[in-house]
């Protein structure tokens, strides 16, 4: 039930959230005819280089796709609020009167906003961009490195690599401070590298910013190597 703007916040982004799951979705069904031996072969042929056929997905998926999906959902969720009607709903076995005109319309600001109403820190807002921006690139690349079934392999690969990094890191933990560590709570040293950020917020906002152009680069050597 919406009973405050925290939660209605809370309701907006899980929208969002599962909006870009879809989002995902098409970013990472690129290069469709990698799937079939045959159409591969047949795709390969095709004049370009390996260069361009791999900056042409980028750009209908990427480039021309994400920002109009984005202009879609924000178009789509505003509609959505604008047509709410007024209605009782149950509240701790309770009758409440819902008025539409307490919402109030999304805005992307709202995504970056916590629930006290402060906009987030610089880098956490750009750590969420370019991490979702990132992950989509991910996704992507991971369209030239599977054949069959490329999206779902290629998220149990990143769930994998996730579940690996935290165990090495527990593992870490335990030999270099066991004392500090117990079962999987791991011990960190954090230390302050700017006036603004600690170690683990540098390390978060760089992998954050530059991961990207690694699965891009993987993605095209991939994609250099079915050629050969």
């Given at each position: 039930?919406?009973?405050?703007?925290?939660?209605?916040?809370?309701?907006?982004g899980?929208?969002?959230?599962?909006?870009?799951?879809?989002?995902?979705?098409?970013?990472?069904t690129?290069?469709?005819?990698?799937?079939?031996?045959?159409?591969?072969?047949?795709?390969?042929?095709?004049?370009?280089?390996?260069?361009e056929?791999?900056?042409?997905?980028?750009?209908?998926?990427?480039?021309?796709?994400?920002?109009?999906?984005?202009?879609?959902?924000?178009i789509?969720?505003?509609?959505?609020?604008?047509?709410?009607?007024?209605?009782?709903?149950?509240?701790?076995?309770?009758?409440?009167?819902?008025?539409?005109?307490?919402?109030?319309?999304?805005?992307?600001?709202?995504?970056?906003?916590n629930?006290?109403?402060?906009?987030?820190?610089?880098?956490?807002?750009?750590?969420?961009?370019?991490?979702?921006f990132?992950?989509?690139?991910y996704?992507?690349?991971?369209?030239?490195?599977?054949?069959?079934?490329?999206?779902?392999?290629?998220?149990?690969?990143?769930?994998?690599?996730?579940?690996?990094?935290?165990?090495?890191?527990?593992?870490l933990?335990?030999?270099?401070y066991?004392?500090?560590?117990?079962?999987?709570?791991?011990?960190?040293n954090?230390?302050?590298?700017?006036?603004?950020?600690?170690?683990?917020e540098?390390?978060?906002?760089?992998?954050?910013?530059?991961?990207?152009l690694?699965?891009?680069?993987?993605?095209?050597?991939?994609l250099?190597?079915?050629?050969v």
């Open positions: 039930m919406i009973l405050n703007e925290s939660q209605i916040n809370g309701y907006y899980m929208c969002f959230a599962i909006y870009m799951m879809a989002v995902g979705v098409v970013m990472g690129a290069f469709p005819d990698l799937s079939d031996k045959i159409k591969t072969s047949n795709y390969l042929l095709n004049p370009g280089s390996t260069l056929k791999l900056l042409l997905q980028f750009l209908i998926r990427i480039v021309f796709f994400v920002p109009i999906a984005l202009g879609i959902f924000w789509a969720i505003r509609l959505a609020k604008a047509s709410l009607i007024p209605g009782i709903v149950m509240v701790n076995s309770v009758e409440q009167l819902i008025d539409p005109a307490v919402i109030p319309y999304f805005d992307y600001v709202i995504l970056i906003t629930y006290k109403g402060k906009i987030w820190e610089t880098w956490q807002i750009v750590f969420m961009v370019f991490g979702l990132s992950y989509g690139i996704l992507f690349a991971g369209a030239t490195y599977f054949k069959r079934y490329a999206l779902v392999k290629t998220i149990i690969a990143s769930v994998v690599i996730l579940l690996t990094s935290i165990t090495f890191s527990v593992v933990s335990h030999i270099f066991p004392k500090e560590t117990e079962g999987f709570n791991s011990k960190l954090e230390f302050v590298v700017t006036g603004h950020l600690t170690s683990i540098l390390f978060m906002v760089s992998l954050s910013l530059f991961s990207w690694f699965f891009l680069a993987i993605a095209y050597f991939k250099k190597e079915k050629e």
